[in-house]
């Protein structure tokens, strides 16, 4: 085995393929960018070199320095990942020509896959079944027009050199033909420098099946079954599992056999991915091959038992493949769901700032590399990049964690992920983990009724009007208040001692005030011996505090225990309980004043959010209160004014931009 290996990646792949490493007494070598210095990756490696400025033009993907920091700290080989330059032939080439092991397919393989067209008619030669169409040479209007007649329609028209659903065109009937190849023509050009096109009947309701393939240096191939990777957004993919539901033995072992001739046509090595578009009945088409461990890969570890970067390892080094095909099996179900950094109710809009605070759920062992354990109840595993306290950077991807949970069947494992996502808690930006737990509920995904076009059709139901916010969870955020006032000494029980509240009778009555988005509740509060009356509005219900560990509390209202975490930012308290998260703002009558002279305003970001208007511009003299700019954050408008009367100086940002927490907005001097 390698000594030691470069890790040419970021991130929680970074971290995968360390934690192999690591086990097989692999010594790992991390490369970083200057924003990734105090990265979970570089922590988690033997040794880190930093090589350059925070774009991966300048960082991840510079392949010499790359090659030249591999060379002077000793690796024998480089695991590049997924994405950067995992799907480089030339650096596969560069790699070899240092005398360095790239661990991965050989250059002409990755390049052999490259073309759309000359990838099928490879895998047309190797009789993989291929969507019936035409993906010649003659590029002529009316030949191709007569193709698609041939084939019938509806037709796609497919840039040769295009991925990732860039350069398609679904063309109808045969007199939309030449206007639709037209657009796909140059939107081909423009996008990959080249305009050849390939026609083929259009699916119209097909699932994504894809088949893990692993090969060797001495001719040895399997497959390692079918990953179901069906519900995807803008060809995103959202969760992914194994095996794909539905699938038949014969079926999987005619897909499993035609990946492999796929593989063995352009020769082949390491771990790889045959991605097949199947129609409801089952019958499935070639589409395209990933030439790398894929970011899914764990579902099939889970279902298999076997860690396929110590395959990755074995077989960059020269050994045999460690199981041959008949010895390979499947158990129970797997589920991948990815957690992100973004606002599913805002268009998925990325969001990016600092993990103020994330509790994931506990993960259940699951031991790779010495099988599955049949029957293991609750396996639960999460892969990330990333730990509380961390920012996710505009930089990179903005994935939060891989939750991977396994389970008997696909009905315990969906029980398991739910359950997973409920646990699953994030604070400081905007993460998908509600969504996901609608998708992973909704009727369609738990009835296994998978296709690509899933989430958009569900649109509805995966996005549902908000549902007011109920006393229970606004008592959670009462009492969390309330018990730090008593705890940080505020004497609240002795209503001499406190301002903010007014007597009456001889209870203390005060009014919190807490927004959830546009909705105002003044929740009402009154001091009794052992709790409070609280109410929205007048305070109808008793609410005692029965328990408080941290930010986990736990309360009773009207005699009915509720058990909660609530997390409080600024003015902001995050209430998780029941699986749900809620955004409770809260107008703090304190806290704002005096607050302009005192910290000379807030000139800086509240929280992440993005610029949605500039209201000065630069050089302006304003008063003391004017508007300078709006920002969007949290799901709310924030305005911010000017401290004193002064001068704009400097404006940071621009409309549009999205804004780190505490990142200075702009330059104000005061008059
Ligand atoms: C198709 C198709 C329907 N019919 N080809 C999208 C990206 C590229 N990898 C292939 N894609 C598709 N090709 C034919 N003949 C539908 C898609 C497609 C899709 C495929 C897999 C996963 C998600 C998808 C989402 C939209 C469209």
Known sequence: MFNKILIANRGEIACRVAATAHRLGVKSVAVYSEADA?????????????????????????????????LATGAQAIHPGYGFLSENDEFAEACAKAGLVFIGPPASAIRAMGSKSAAKALMEKANVPLVPGYHGDNQDADFLREQADKIGY????????????????IVEKSEDFKAALESCKREAINSFGDDKVLVEKYLTRPRHIEIQVFADTHGNCVYLFERDCSVQRRHQKVLEEAPAPGMTEERRRAMGEAAVAAAKAVGYVGAGTVEFIANQDGSFYFMEMNTRLQVEHPVTEMITGHDLVEWQLRVAFGETLPKQQD??????????????????????????????????????????????????????????????????????????????????????????M????????????????????????????????????LIERNHDALFPQAAPVSLQILGLAAASLLSAEQNDGIAANDPWANTSGWRMNTALMRTLEFAEEATT????????????????????????????????????????????????AADVFHVFTGGAHYVLNYNDPLAHAGEAEAEGGRLTAPMPGKIVALLVDKGKTVEKGTPLLIMEAMKMEHTIAAPANGTVEELLYAVGDQVAEGAQLLAFKAA
């Open 38 to 70: 105090n990265a979970k990756h570089v922590a988690v490696c033997d040794e880190s070199v930093l090589i350059g400025p925070p774009p991966a033009k300048e960082s991840y993907l510079r392949a010499d320095k790359i090659i030249e920091v591999a």
């Open 327 to 416: 010895e390979l099996r499947i158990h129970g179900h797997a589920l991948e769901a990815r957690i992100y950094a973004e606002n599913p109710e805002k268009g998925f809009l990325p969001s990016i700032g600092t993990l103020q605070h994330m509790h994931t759920p506990e993960a259940v062992s699951f031991q790779l590399g010495n099988g599955v354990v049949p029957g293991n109840p609750a396996a639960v595993r999460i892969d990330s990049g990333v730990r509380e306290g961390d920012a996710i950077s505009p930089f990179y991807d903005p994935m939060i964690a891989k939750l991977i949970v396994w389970g008997n069947d696909r009905e315990e494992a969906l029980a398991h």
């Open 521 to 568: 509740y003044p929740v009402s509060v009154s001091y009794r011996d052992a709790g409070w009356n609280i109410g929205v509005g007048a305070p109808s219900s008793v609410m005692t505090l029965v328990e408080r560990k941290g930010q986990h509390l736990v309360i009773k209202v009207d005699g009915t225990a509720v058990r909660g975490t609530v997390v409080r």
């Open 154 to 169: 509806p037709v796609l028209l497919k840039a040769s050199a295009g991925g990732g659903g860039k350069g398609m065109r």
């Open 418 to 453: 739910s359950q997973a996502l409920s646990e699953f808690q994030v604070v400081g930006l905007s993460a998908n983990v509600a969504f996901l737990k609608r998708l992973v509920e909704s009727r369609p995904f738990s009835q296994a009724d998978l296709d690509t076009g």
